[in-house]
């Protein structure tokens, strides 16, 4: 299965600022995804990173408050922008391998925000 | 689109004992169906996933069981150790892994010693 690092691990941000996370891959994936987890529930994606594209949206999510880039097939960064206590979350990144069609978790980010 | 029920919300056994965790999905397209086990503070970990050409699967202490025409499937835990003890989501998707992938609402799991 693939490695996956996330960064920043945990950070505490002000309102109304914005934070960038990236993901990195050990090696080349197929698709990677971005997902939030609010405290104590399940998983709701958040947009499909797409390599040299524009990212694709799930609905109720905006690329004006949620940009994401893909520049190559490793590494993707999503940023939360203009943040407000309710952006307060884990933040994952997840990848579907090159051999294989199983998803994988990074460790995720937990964002707080005051 | 795809909707995951998933039951119970939280579990105690015994250490030793058997946990099961049930789901049930809408969409009939669906044919992937992965578990995941998320520690605290950690990312979900993929621990299970069977295929809807399968009925069953094993792994060690862990089975999942699928029916299609009910559109249910489980995860069962036999021998419980104290290490289970997490939050375990089940998952839908049609064309394995590649579409959007489902998840259920969750189940914490407590193994007590």
């Known amino acids: 299965s693939a490695v996956i690092s996330q960064k920043p691990s945990r950070d505490i941000c002000q309102r109304g600022t914005s934070l960038t996370i990236q993901c990195q891959v050990d090696?080349?994936?197929?698709?990677m995804f971005w997902y939030r987890q609010q405290p104590g529930q399940s998983l709701t994606l958040i947009a499909t990173a797409n390599q040299g594209s524009e990212a694709t949206y799930e609905s109720g999510f905006v690329i004006d408050k949620f940009p994401i880039s893909r520049p190559n097939l490793t590494f993707s960064t999503l940023t939360v922008s203009n943040m407000s206590p309710e952006d307060s979350s884990i933040y994952l990144c997840?990848?579907?391998?090159?051999?294989?069609?199983?998803?994988?978790f990074g460790p995720g980010t937990r964002l707080t925000v005051l | 689109g795809e909707n995951v029920e998933q039951h119970p919300s939280t579990l105690s056994v015994q250490e030793g004992d058997s946990a099961v965790i049930k789901c049930t999905y809408s969409?009939?397209?669906?044919?992937?169906f992965p578990w995941y086990k998320q520690e605290l503070g950690k990312g979900p970990q993929l621990i299970i996933d069977i295929r809807s050409n399968v009925g069953e699967k094993k792994d060690q202490r862990i089975a999942v069981t699928l029916n299609k025409t009910a559109k249910h499937f489980s995860l069962h835990i036999t021998e419980t150790q104290p290490e289970d003890s997490a939050v375990y989501f089940c998952?839908?998707?049609?064309?394995?892994?590649?579409?959007?992938?489902?998840f259920g609402t969750g189940t914490k799991l407590q193994v007590i010693p």
């Open positions: 090696s080349q994936v197929t698709m």
């Open positions: 998952a839908a998707s049609t064309s394995g892994g590649y579409q959007k992938v489902t």
């Open positions: 969409d009939s397209a669906s044919n992937y």
């Open positions: 997840s990848v579907i391998g090159q051999a294989t069609d199983t998803q994988y």
